[in-house]
């Protein structure tokens, strides 16, 4: 995601307004839940292996993780430069979740 972020050619990266700004009353769009209970569903396999802290709120570590990742995509589209700063910076966020 981040280098096709930083591909300016193809403009810039923003966050999709969800159904929420449309009255519809669900938190997330269809492509953001797919995305959220994918990160849950690697989160308690990670868990299930031993590879993850047994204290560790899944859910809300989960949106905390994508909402990480639009962060680093926003940046690489203003800056391409910033995307393996935020790469190395996010791997070091996930080993911190895992207890490494």
Same mark, same amino acid.
Do not use: C, W
């Given at each position: 995601?981040?280098?096709?972020?930083? *591909?300016?050619?193809?403009?810039?990266?923003?966050?999709? =307004?969800? +159904?929420?700004?449309?009255?519809?009353?669900?938190? *997330?769009? =269809?492509?953001?839940?797919?995305?959220?209970?994918?990160? &849950?569903?690697?989160? $308690?396999?990670?868990?299930?292996?031993?590879?993850? *802290?047994?204290?560790?709120?899944?859910?809300? &570590?989960?949106?905390?993780?994508?909402?990480?990742?639009?962060?680093?995509?926003?940046?690489? =589209? $203003?800056? +391409?430069?910033?995307?393996?700063?935020?790469?190395?910076?996010? *791997?070091?966020?996930?080993?911190? &979740?895992?207890?490494?």
């Amino acid at each position: 995601m981040l280098a096709l972020a930083g *591909r300016r050619e193809l403009g810039f990266f923003y966050n999709v =307004s969800g +159904p929420q700004h449309f009255g519809i009353g669900k938190r *997330r769009g =269809s492509a953001s839940q797919h995305t959220l209970d994918m990160f &849950v569903g690697e989160l $308690r396999q990670a868990r299930e292996r031993g590879d993850l *802290r047994a204290d560790i709120d899944i859910e809300a &570590v989960a949106g905390l993780l994508i909402g990480a990742i639009r962060e680093a995509g926003i940046d690489a =589209s $203003r800056e +391409p430069a910033t995307a393996s700063r935020n790469l190395t910076a996010f *791997r070091q966020l996930l080993l911190a &979740v895992a207890g490494r």
